[in-house]
């Protein structure tokens, strides 16, 4: 009888230990923010837009790098993360900001992260190599690699966020203005309704 007492007692600590440990707190997820349409009356008509990534980015972890400490490690925040992996979420992105969209557009998400400059000071960084395709031969029209980048408000993880939403917005833009800079011949049926956004 003694020595189940001595057993038990181990269990039944364990056991409490187990109730009162306090849980993990789950990440927040975070997108790019609510998709401005600048057509309302014309939603049914959608971009072709296709995105590709190193398989690296693809990875709901938001990345960020110390450049004054360790400029090749690669970290993440643990209790911050995408709701969907950037290049996916990019995609979407694009899809809802535009209605009609007289191109095939193949863009390949190069870079896609914070850099700390210091231990106060952090800025987003996004590069991506754009192709725009003619939807009925498929010809290249034209090819462009941008690249873009916001400091941060704050120097952790929501001022990630916050950056790479502003740098999405900007790439939506540039995006627009370089297309309508490519020739007539991708726009003659007259369904390009993109505005050169700055």
């Known amino acids: 009888m003694k020595y189940s007492g001595i057993l038990l007692l181990p269990i039944i600590m364990i056991s409490a230990g187990c109730s009162i440990a306090p849980k993990q707190p789950q990440p927040a997820l975070h997108d790019f923010g609510v998709p401005y349409s600048r057509h309302e009356s014309r939603q049914s008509a959608k971009p072709a837009v296709k995105i590709t ?6 990875d709901n972890r938001i990345r960020y790098r110390l450049l004054y400490a360790a400029p090749t490690q ?21 899809i809802g900001s535009t209605t009609s969209l007289n191109y095939l557009l193949n863009i390949r998400l190069l870079d896609f992260e914070q850099q700390f400059e210091s231990s106060d000071r952090a800025r987003a960084i ?3 190599y754009l192709e725009a395709y003619s939807p009925d031969d498929k010809r290249l029209l034209g090819a462009q690699e941008f690249r873009l980048e916001q400091a941060t408000q704050t120097a952790d993880a ?3 966020v916050t950056a790479f939403a502003e740098l999405v917005q900007q790439a939506e833009g540039k995006i627009q203005a370089w297309l ?7 726009k003659r049926d007259g ?8």
């Open 180 to 186: 309508a800079k490519l020739p007539d011949t991708a």
């Open 53 to 58: 990534a190193p398989k690296w980015l693809w």
């Open 74 to 94: 690669v970290r993440f925040y643990a209790l911050d993360r995408w709701i969907a992996a950037p290049p996916e979420l990019l995609e979407q992105q694009l």
């Open 158 to 160: 929501s001022g990630a």
């Open 191 to 198: 369904r390009n309704d993109i505005s050169s956004a700055q």
């Open 126 to 128: 996004m590069r991506f």
